[in-house]
T-cell receptor
Framework: GAVVSQHPSWVICKSGTSVKIECRSL??????MFWYRQFPKQSLMLMAT?????????EQGVEKDKFLINHASLTLSTLTVTSAHPEDSSFYIC????????????????FGAGTRLSVL | SQQGEEDPQALSIQEGENATMNCSYK?????LQWYRQNSGRGLVHLIL?????REKHSGRLRVTLDTSKKSSSLLITASRAADTASYFC???????????FGQGTTLQVKP
């Protein structure tokens, strides 16, 4: 159980185009999902918290108009990198919390496999 | 901002040996978690320890927590080549569920 599917796993795009990344919880409901960015050999940097049915909460320094997040259902959040530039090239990872988990398990995040974005 | 420091940054051991990784953090926490990441993949949850707990076990994993020193350690016993991965500690100090990740330890287990 607790599987998160992230798609696509790898995308190459031209500078100036927009790229959408999907994050789906396959066997649980997720009122809260998280989007991270990871540079090579570095840790995860939280970009934003995605809340079902409401606006995402962005971390300081993350441009909300650049990284559009939509969480329209209990199982799907999307991250759109708008007008992508080479500096946006990175590994993007989503995670989700099980809305129905109790006690200890409610604090656990389940991660997608990540999306490697390369902007030419 | 990242609040966790992990030590060592890299660790190389032989199969069968034990591996110990340490994590320090800066602010008060509700719980601390350890995650594993294979190269180029997402993270997998390993174990969670609450702030009022001192030690947790799960299979070959043993986690300790010292809130007075704001530190935690992850011990992997009888390591296997398949344990080769990066290991991250993550602290949960708010009611938002946000996790703050440490810098990670890259573990290589040689067959």
């Amino acid at each position: 159980g607790a599987v998160v599917s992230q798609h696509p796993s790898w995308v190459i795009c031209k500078s100036g185009t927009s790229v959408k990344i999907e994050c789906r919880s396959l066997d649980f409901q997720a009122t809260t999902m998280f989007w991270y960015r990871q540079f090579p050999k570095q840790s995860l940097m939280l970009m934003a918290t995605s809340n079902e049915g409401s606006k995402a909460t962005y971390e300081q320094g993350v441009e909300k108009d650049k990284f559009l997040i939509n969480h329209a259902s209990l199982t799907l959040s999307t991250l759109t990198v708008t007008s992508a530039h080479p500096e946006d090239s990175s590994f993007y990872i989503c995670s989700a919390r099980d809305a129905r988990a109790t006690a200890r398990a409610k604090n656990i995040q389940y991660f997608g496999a990540g999306t490697r974005l390369s902007v030419l | 901002s990242q609040q966790g420091e992990e030590d060592p940054q890299a660790l190389s051991i032989q199969e069968g040996e034990n591996a110990t990784m340490n994590c320090s953090y800066k602010t008060s926490i509700n719980n601390l978690q350890w995650y594993r990441q294979n190269s180029g993949r997402g993270l997998v949850h390993l174990i969670l320890i609450r702030s009022n707990e001192r030690e947790k076990h799960s299979g070959r994993l043993r986690v300790t927590l010292d809130t007075s020193k704001k530190s935690s350690s992850l011990l992997i016993t009888a390591s296997r080549a398949a344990d080769t991965a990066s290991y991250f500690c993550a602290t949960d100090g708010s009611n938002t569920g946000k996790l703050i990740f440490g810098q990670g330890t890259t573990l290589q287990v040689k067959p």
